[in-house]
């Protein structure tokens, strides 16, 4: 039994501290080969201390000097900039990439990782949102697995074994329905970033936690499902389930339906993703129905949630679209972050970009490049263009 050199690309992020928690816990199965941050250095150095990477890798250039000199002690290599992670995933000790960046920024490194023929643990879902043809073409060719983290796919996934020759006629996704479920555009339109950022069930990252409460990150997951699964727009359905703890279902052609159940935890998919097919045992906390005597479903307004509307419009016409409804969401969802627009307007600006940007049908991976710099480019120059009352 060798043990797996993991490289985690967004280490010091929600998805990159619980990874390492699955290695500090499986040290004997799992190595932290390489590790890398945006921005934040202190916490970079603290998990290198603990975890004495081959590779520690901050992106920011500014911090460089800072991580260098204080693991200056330690057999790690300390490099810095976006390029040093492309460069570095290839290294050929590297069993694992999982990537736990957030936004556009994980395509690249993970196409150089499946390039260099590394099985992918796959949580940023951005990824295959952008260019979700090329890479699983990719995978493909390198013969390289791409096993899902987010906790819906990690259903799919695990519902999916044993299953090889049985088609899929439909996977349902569920949703919490985040912060603002049942709530009306009126309601919405007066959300403060605050609200937005407290999800009822999950402890994230703030872009997929305000992703969450647009239900965009639904819309992206339904996205992400069809590259993982191989499926149309119009077998996935998208499900409200408060409770989160049917993780998603897997519909085969007899009608039959399995589930994937458990407490929410990013603990489990993480592990999972890294010891397919193999389960190894844990004392996470035990799901107990007596807990959870109601568990509910119901349709997702997509009235009020247009952004999963747009999505699903998105993943019908195919080409750059998805690829632009990411950039112009990334954008607006910034946009929120820092107060300069409403809630509601990151909608107007997904849709304004979808309708101004050119569409490509059959895109290279330099033309998503170029369409995820278009998007951004416009959807800022619309943020700074809205009239004041729009801003909040
Ligand atoms: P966080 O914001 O908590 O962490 C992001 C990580 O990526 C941090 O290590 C951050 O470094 C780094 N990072 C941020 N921007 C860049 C960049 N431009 N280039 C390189 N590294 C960057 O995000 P999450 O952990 O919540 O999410 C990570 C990914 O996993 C996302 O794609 C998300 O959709 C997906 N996911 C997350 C889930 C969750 O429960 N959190 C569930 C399912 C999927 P620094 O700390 O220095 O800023
Ligand atoms: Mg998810």
């Known amino acids: 039994n060798q043990v797996k050199n993991i490289a985690i690309l967004g280490s010091t992020g929600s998805i990159g501290t619980q990874t390492l928690d699955v290695i500090r816990w499986n040290s004997n199965l799992f190595r932290a080969f390489l590790l890398t941050a945006h921005s934040n250095a202190d916490l970079l150095i603290s998990q290198a201390i603990e975890f004495v990477p081959e590779?520690?890798?901050?992106c920011d250039q500014s911090k460089y000097q800072e991580v260098k000199q204080a693991l200056a002690h330690l057999p790690i290599q300390v490099l810095a900039g976006h390029q040093a992670i492309i460069d570095t995933v290839t290294h050929p000790e590297i069993t694992v990439v999982l990537t736990a960046m957030v936004g556009f920024a994980g395509l690249e490194p993970t196409i150089a990782a499946i390039k260099a023929g590394k099985d992918i643990a796959l949580a940023n879902k951005e990824t295959l949102v952008v260019a979700g043809d090329i890479v699983t073409a990719l995978a493909k060719q390198h013969e390289v697995k791409i096993s899902p983290v987010d906790s819906e796919h990690s259903a799919i996934f695990q519902c999916l074994v044993g299953e090889d020759n049985n088609p899929i006629?439909?996977?349902?996704?569920?949703?919490s329905g985040g912060p603002f479920r049942g709530r009306s555009l009126d309601f919405l339109a007066n959300v403060t970033r605050e609200d937005a950022l407290k999800h009822p069930n999950w402890v994230m990252g703030a872009k997929i936690t305000i992703d969450s409460a647009s239900l965009m990150n639904k819309g992206l997951e339904v996205i992400e499902a069809k590259w993982l699964f191989d499926v149309e727009a119009d077998q996935i359905e998208v499900i409200v389930h408060p409770q989160s703890i049917v993780h998603s279902l897997l519909q085969f052609r007899d009608g039959s339906i399995k589930a994937q159940l458990g407490l929410p935890d990013m603990k489990l998919p993480i592990q999972y993703a890294l010891?397919?097919?193999e389960r190894i045992p844990t004392n996470f906390k035990r799901f107990s129905f007596t807990d959870y005597p109601n568990?509910?479903?119901?349709k997702p307004d997509l009235e009020t949630f247009r952004n999963l509307s747009l999505a699903y419009t998105a993943l019908k016409q195919g080409g750059n679209m998805p690829c632009i409804i990411n950039a112009a969401n990334e954008i607006a969802v910034a946009g929120f972050l820092d107060r300069k627009i409403g809630f509601l307007t990151m909608s107007s600006i997904i849709e304004e970009c979808m309708q101004k940007i050119n569409f490509i049908a059959n895109p290279?991976?330099?033309d998503y490049l170029n369409t995820d710099k278009e998007t951004r480019i416009f959807a800022q120059n619309y943020i700074q263009q809205l009239p004041s009352k729009a801003l909040q």
Do not use: C, D
Request: hydrophobic share 50%; glycine share 0%; charged share 15%.
């Open 55 to 58: 590779y520690a890798i901050i």
């Open 169 to 175: 006629e439909k996977l349902i996704i569920t949703a």
């Open 275 to 277: 010891t397919y097919p």
């Open 295 to 298: 568990l509910t479903f119901e």
């Open 364 to 366: 290279t991976l330099t």
